[in-house]
Each structure stands twice: as C-alpha cells, then as structure tokens.
C-alpha cells in the first residue's frame, strides 16, 4: 500500500489488510518453485489494495460479522482480481505494470497463462469453504463476469463501439468486481437487506468510474506515474470512452478518426500522433465528466447506510478513485 499508504480510507481496516498481505505471500506455500517466484513478484508490492478493503469495510456494516470467513473473501477476490490482471496482460502482450515487469514478460507466455490458473484456483478453494451458498455464488458469477467481459474486447468488431456498448462491457470486466466485494462482504456478514443493496450500488458506480478514470489515464497519464504503459489500449485498437468521444466530435462512428483508433498494427509514431489528437480533443474532458456522474452515484447511495467511520472511510475511497494519476 505503499503508493497511497497515506490514505484516510484504509484507517478502520489497517489490521484486517496486513494480515491479507501477508496471507498473499503465503498463498504459493507448497507450489511449484515458478508459481512461488510469480507470487513473490506479484506481492512484494500488491498495489493499492482497493479490493479488499472495499470488503473489510462492507463487512463492517454486517450484524454477525466473522473476522476469518471475511478475510477468506477479501483474500478469494483480491486473488481473482490478480489471476485476471495476469491474463489480461498476457492478452494485451503488456510488458509493465505497477512500474515492474509483467509475469508474462519475465517467465513467457506459456508459464504466465499457468500462474493466472493456478491464482483462479487458490481463489475458488478460499470461496468453497465460505458458508453462505449465495456468496459462493457471486464469486462465481464475478468470474464468469470477467471471462464475459474480456471475450467481449478480444472478439469485438473492429469498429467504434456505442458508449452504451462500452459501459457494458467495463461493468463486465471492472464493476462486476467491486460489486462482488461490497456486496459480497455484506451478505456474508448478514447486514440488512437495504444496506446489501447499496453497498452493491456503490459498488458497481464506483467499478465504472474507476475504469472510466484508468482509460483517460491511459490516454493522457504520465507513464512514469501511471505505472503502465500510456496508450496501450490505443496500440492494440481497443477503444475507450475518451477515444470514442474524440472520434465522435470530430467525425462520427464511421469517420476517420475513428478507423485510426480501432486500426490494428499500428506503428510507434502513429500511436503518438493519435495520442495527442485525442488530447487535444474534447474526449478526455468529456469522459471525466461520465467518471465523475457515477463518482457521484456511488456517494449518493452510501447515504442509505448508518453514518459513522466506514460510511466516511466508503466516501473517501470513493474520491480517491475519481482523483487518482494511477
């Protein structure tokens, strides 16, 4: 949590993600030595932590919470999230993130695909001994979510998608997650009916504007601050809020701009220059104010929850989201 280790939201949950860190550098005890190397380069800085401290906090807003059972669902999503980031990053040939090397990059292809398997596994073997069946069922349906959402991008026609096309898919691949560990943490710990529903609320809002504010990053993000490679989703032809915005003002769905956005095999310099059209546009700012308006729902619906240090701890999470540079 170094990057952010300053942060007020993580203050009520501090004890509950140390004992996740450490479990997840534990997590390959007994691997294979490969498997045991990927995950000391996985942890040794396992990022923000957003995840699981979405869960703990959830949690807290439960009647019967039980301090293991939620650590056991906080450690099973963070993993899957992390099994998923290994995929995704072999899909996109990304060769940095988090400002070090990607599996793939440092162990290959092939050794890479086994380590974000072997991290899916872990994670539903945490899920099968929680002991709500609707729990174990969200787990479940977040990674077929995933899969859905991923299958969407790989397969997708190579044309501007609709941002309502756009939207479906990031709820897929981002949102479905986040719900997963605010709604997750609530049910599991037997919160109120009312209060499971907006922690699931909040948390889809704040899956969208956290992805939204990742692909503006992706467009106009420093790199070295930005701790992955700037306009990778541009390299790869995979368009973005902020890039179908651009294209939108400046010539339609079918214009040029928008078939050199979703052009495969692009060289260096057409990457660059298309990075500074879309810059120059109005499709950053545009895409902030959509990032922004689910920030807001996000808060909006904590408001059904009790006032006191988690709500507070939720809302601040939820700026940091929507202020972050990486």
Known sequence: MADVARASFYEPVEQELR????????VARGGHPTFGAAVEHLFSAPGKLLRPTLVFLAARFGTRPDPAVVLNLALSLELVHTASLVHDDIVDRADL???MPTVNARWGDDAALIVGDYLFAKAYALAAVLPKPEVIAIVAQTVFAL?????????????LPSEEQYLERIELKTASLYAACCQGAALLTEAEPEHVAALGAFGTNLGLAFQITDDILDVVGDESEFGKTVGRDLAEGMPTLPMI??????????????RRITRIGKAEGEVRDLL??????????RARERALAFHDLAASALDALPDGRERAALRDLADFVISRVR
């Open 19 to 26: 004992e996740l860190e450490a479990r997840l550098r534990g």
């Open 97 to 99: 993130r988090r400002n």
């Open 147 to 159: 899969c859905d959402g991923e299958l969407k991008e790989v397969t997708m026609e190579r044309a």
């Open 245 to 258: 915005y651009a294209a939108l003002e400046a010539d339609g769905y079918a214009g040029e701009l928008a």
């Open 276 to 285: 500074r059209v879309i810059r120059e546009s109005g499709g950053p700012a």
